[in-house]
């Protein structure tokens, strides 16, 4: 049986993971929001690869570390979610790709 110390000493630890991250990771999800709403105000190859990009090294990191500590779930989570993000970033590929290449159709040749 684990100690009243041993758990309170746990919750401890707990509670100051959560006040350092917590706002972390509240801060980058606005980030991610602005980079989103970016990418469908202007869409762009470069925008939608650091989408891309953002969830595959967030989903490989935190699953890779939730393997070595044994938290299981929380790799299907990541699995389920970054499986629905890239998704749906797939799914607006295509704006990003077409609007490029509109864009420098467009341009008057430079001599």
């Known amino acids: 049986m684990i100690s009243r110390k041993t758990l309170e000493h746990q919750l401890t630890l707990i509670k100051f993971l959560i006040a350092v ?3 972390t990771v509240a801060s980058w999800s606005v980030l991610f929001y602005a980079l989103v709403k970016a990418f469908f105000r ?6 939608w690869w650091a989408l891309v990009m953002s969830v595959v ?4 990191m935190d699953s890779a570390l939730s393997i ?3 938290l299981y779930p929380a790799v299907a989570l990541n699995a389920v ?4 993000f ?6 607006v590929r295509q704006q990003a790709f077409k609007h490029q290449t509109t864009q420098h159709a467009s ?4 001599s």
């Open 81 to 84: 979610v970054a499986s629905l």
């Open 57 to 60: 090294v967030w989903a490989s």
């Open 68 to 70: 070595y500590y044994g």
């Open 42 to 47: 202007r869409p762009s190859r470069g925008t």
């Open 107 to 110: 341009r008057p040749a430079q």
């Open 21 to 23: 991250f917590g706002p």
């Open 86 to 91: 890239l998704g749906l970033l797939f799914n």
